[in-house]
T-cell receptor, first 112, second 116 residues
Framework: ETGVTQSPTHLIKTRGQQVTLRCSSQ?????VSWYQQALGQGPQFIFQ???????GRGNFPPRFSGLQFPNYSSELNVNALELDDSALYLC???????????FGAGSRLTVL | GNSVTQMEGPVTLSEEAFLTINCTYT??????LFWYVQYPGEGLQLLLK?????DKGSNKGFEATYRKETTSFHLEKGSVQVSDSAVYFC???????????????FGRGTQLTVWP
């Protein structure tokens, strides 16, 4: 079975730009969560998607938004990028009703 | 609120040394507790978990016991190997009404380096 795959692995943007990160969940997993991991910090919960709807959100502004598709894959969109958005963005999937997550390797975003 | 506090790193050990990484937590409900490991360039992998007080999680020689009285979940290994070098994260998850199941609250991580 395939795990969680994320793309792109690395990208560089400038302040004010917009970015879209993509995630394919593990086979059989219908819930996707996104985390932001700043350098030297633990991951911080951004939001979770289940049945194509947001199902919980952390302390992130509205310029962080997401989508989940019928095949359970997901996107994270960040508008009006700020320098502090530079981080590793992790996607994790899980079966519904489970609290054990499978993480992807992440997308490293650098904002200049 | 909900939070996890880990001992500051980095931790540097010789091969076959004993490892302890301290983790304490604060939770508004009844958490499940986890240890995740992150190898360089990779995502987080679940190392072990415990879902209720006095449970012991174990995997690959690592162990941690859920201590409700001290709100702790310390990670231990009797004899570390060079291949254990990684960043270790303690985390909690709540399953209470109103919580997002699967939302993890992570500590800041502890970098472990093991020398041969």
């Amino acid at each position: 079975e395939t795990g969680v795959t994320q793309s792109p692995t690395h990208l560089i943007k400038t302040r004010g730009q917009q970015v879209t990160l993509r995630c394919s969940s593990q086979s059989g997993h219908n819930t996707v969560s996104w985390y932001q991991q700043a350098l030297g910090q633990g991951p911080q919960f951004i939001f979770q998607y289940y049945r194509e709807e947001e199902n919980g959100r952390g302390n992130f502004p509205p310029r962080f938004s997401g989508l989940q598709f019928p095949n359970y894959s997901s996107e994270l969109n960040v508008n009006a990028l700020e320098l502090d958005d530079s981080a590793l963005y992790l996607c994790a999937s899980s079966p519904s009703g489970a609290n054990v997550l499978t993480f992807g390797a992440g997308s490293r975003l650098t904002v200049l | 609120g909900n939070s996890v506090t880990q001992m500051e790193g980095p931790v540097t050990l010789s091969e076959e040394a004993f490892l302890t990484i301290n983790c304490t937590y604060t939770a508004t409900g009844y958490p499940s507790l986890f240890w995740y490991v992150q190898y360089p360039g990779e995502g987080l992998q679940l190392l072990l978990k415990a879902t209720k007080a006095d449970d012991k999680g174990s995997n690959k020689g690592f162990e941690a016991t859920y201590r409700k009285e001290t709100t702790s979940f310390h990670l231990e290994k009797g004899s570390v190997q060079v291949s254990d070098s990684a960043v270790y994260f303690c985390a909690l998850s709540l399953a209470d009404r109103g919580s997002t199941l699967g939302r993890l609250y992570f500590g800041r991580g502890t970098q472990l380096t093991v020398w041969p």
